[in-house]
């Protein structure tokens, strides 16, 4: 997962800002194969937080159970479409969609 995430900051950084990659280590082909490896191991979804005016993007990785209820949720209905994994993982961080 994290060697994912390091080359997609690698590869999609702006070379003409002559920025740099900064890696925040936490613990935990591109985002959506970062949400099926999560899902397979019934952990929550990475988060992305976008901040176009910066020209920034982050991404957390959490390589732990959160909520119990959504890991049975994901052992027991193994066939839920991305999307249906993706609206629970936001149930189980309490995310609103005001809030992003």
């Known amino acids: 997962m994290i060697r994912e995430a390091l080359h ?3 590869a999609h950084q702006d070379y ?4 740099r990659v900064n890696v925040i280590d ?7 194969r970062m949400f099926i490896e ?3 191991r019934f952990f929550p979804l990475p988060d992305y937080v976008i901040e176009p005016e ?7 990785i959490t390589g732990r159970i959160l ?9 027991q209905q ?3 479409s991305l999307m249906d ?4 993982d936001k149930v189980q961080k309490r995310v609103d969609q005001a809030d992003q």
């Open 78 to 80: 193994p066939d839920l």
């Open 54 to 60: 910066q020209q920034r993007v982050e991404v957390r």
């Open 16 to 19: 003409a800002v002559g920025g």
């Open 26 to 32: 936490t613990v935990g082909s591109g985002i959506r």
């Open 38 to 40: 999560q899902r397979k």
């Open 85 to 88: 994994v993706f609206l629970l």
């Open 8 to 10: 997609n900051a690698i």
């Open 67 to 75: 909520g119990e209820q959504y890991t049975h949720a994901l052992m």
